[in-house]
C-alpha cells in the first residue's frame, strides 16, 4: 500500500493535467515526486527552497491571481514556522488555499523535536474559517484531497500522516461516521486513531465515531451519538491531546455532560525512538486508551462483542 504522501503526490500531479487553477508551491519537501508534473507545469509547480514563510507568501500570492494554491511540507514548516504568513496571507487577504503536510505529530522522531508538529490543529483553531481534515488512510487521504482542490475558495489543512488504520472508510469531508453502537458513552476516533480505539475499546458498549474532517466540528453527529444525555464522551485524536474538547463541550453545552480529550501529551520526549514508541508514550496505544478510557468510564473489563454493533 503506498503512503498518504504518496498519494498525495500521484492525486495532486493528475489533478494539475486537468485543472488549470491548480498550483503547488513547495519548499524542497517531496521536491523528487513532482519533478515529472514540474516539467509539464513549470508556471504551476513552484519550489521555493528551504524558505517556509516564503512558501506561504507564493501561495497568497497565487491565491489573490485567481489559481487555487496547494502548500506543502512538513507541519511543523507549514503551520507553525510561518504561522504569521498563515494569518495574514490568507485570513487577512481573505484568500483561500490548501495546506498539505507531512510528518503529523512524531511521524519522523529521528529527525528530532524540529520536525514534529503536535499543536498544529489547535494552533489552527485560533484563526477563523479552516477546514481541518485528518485521513487515516491513503485512500481517505485521496478522497479529501480531491475535496480540497475542488472546494472553491476555501482555506483547507490536509494532515497527512505515516500512520494508518488498516482499512479505508468512506468520507465525505464533513461528517463523523459511526463505526460500532454501545450505551455507556462514546469514544470519537480521529484519523489513524481508529484502529488503535477499535481495539481499545473492544467488549466495551460504546459508541465508537470516526472523523477525518474535525473543523468544522460536526456536532450535530455527536449530539446525535450521545442522545438526550447525560453524556461520557471521550476524544481521541492524534495530535494535541485535548485540542477539540471545547468543540464537544460547545456541541453539547446543553446536555449533562463529561468529555476526556486523548492525543498526544505536552511534555516533549527527547529520545528519538520509534512512531510506535512515542505513540505508547503518550497512552495512544490499545493498552494505554484501554485504561484510559475504562478509567474515565468506570467500567471493568466486558466479553468482547457483548453489547456491540459493528457497522
Partial sequence: ????RERFVTVTSEVLDTDPRLAVVLAEITMDGFRPARQRHPDRVVNVGIREQLLIGVGGGLALTGLRPVMHTFGSFLVERPFEQVKLDFGHQGTGGV?????????????????????DVALLDTLDGWTVHVPGHPDEAEALLRHAYADGDRKVYVRLSLQA???????????FRTVREGGRGVVLAVGPTLDGVLAAT?????????????????SAGLRAAVGNGPADVVLVEPYLAGT?????????GDLPHRAL???????ELRRYGTAEEHTAAHGL?????RQRITDFLGVRRETPG??????
Wanted: proline letters at 6%; charged letters at 20%.
Fill in 165 to 175: 488504520n488498516g482499512s479505508a472508510r468512506p468520507v465525505d469531508g464533513s461528517r
Fill in 202 to 218: 473492544e467488549g466495551l458498549d460504546v459508541t465508537v465515531l470516526y472523523g477525518t474532517t474535525v473543523r468544522p466540528f460536526d
Fill in 285 to 289: 496505544d490499545p493498552a494505554g486508551l
Fill in 1 to 4: 500500500m503506498d503512503t498518504m
Fill in 306 to 311: 457483548a453489547g456491540v454493533r459493528t457497522r
Fill in 99 to 119: 495546506l498539505v503536510s507531512a510528518g503529523a505529530s512524531y511521524d519522523w522522531p529521528a529527525g528530532g523535536y524540529t520536525h514534529m508538529s503536535p499543536g
Fill in 244 to 252: 477539540s474538547t471545547a468543540a464537544a463541550n460547545d456541541a453539547l
Fill in 261 to 267: 480529550g486523548l492525543g498526544v501529551g505536552r511534555a
